[in-house]
């Protein structure tokens, strides 16, 4: 089986900073895709941002400039730098693993179970 874990999450005043780190595990072939997305409260799960094997990246627009994605491929870990925090950021942060097992040749997603963000006026 295969488990993302992630950390990193918590309490800060906005402008502050955070880093989420997500490290997956497991029976894993190999990894196309890291990325995360967030779910505030009564609002859409978004992506947040993504980055594939290449080591190509993408942003949601609301935090291009001030959010950064790496990724650890020797570890199976991404990583996501959050600066200039605002309150609209205050979500729920899930981190997803598009990838393939050792059974499996077949792409499919995995999910973490989420970590809280707050970002306080």
């Known amino acids: 089986q295969v488990q993302l874990v992630e950390s990193g999450g918590g309490l800060v005043q906005a402008g502050g900073s955070l880093r989420l780190s997500c490290a997956a595990s497991g029976r894993i072939r190999d990894i196309n895709t890291m990325g995360w997305y967030r779910q505030a409260p009564g609002k859409q799960r978004e992506l947040v941002a993504n980055?594939?094997?290449?080591?190509?990246?993408n942003y949601a627009d609301s935090v291009k400039g001030r959010f950064t994605i790496s990724r650890d491929s020797a570890k199976n870990t991404v990583y996501l730098q959050m600066t200039s925090l605002k309150p609209e950021d205050t979500a729920v942060y899930y981190c997803?693993?598009?990838?393939?097992?050792?059974?499996?040749?077949?792409?499919?997603?995995?999910w973490g179970q989420g970590t809280q963000v707050t970002v306080s006026s």
């Open positions: 997803d693993a598009n990838l393939r097992t050792i059974a499996t040749m077949i792409l499919r997603h995995y």
């Open positions: 980055i594939n094997s290449g080591g190509s990246t």
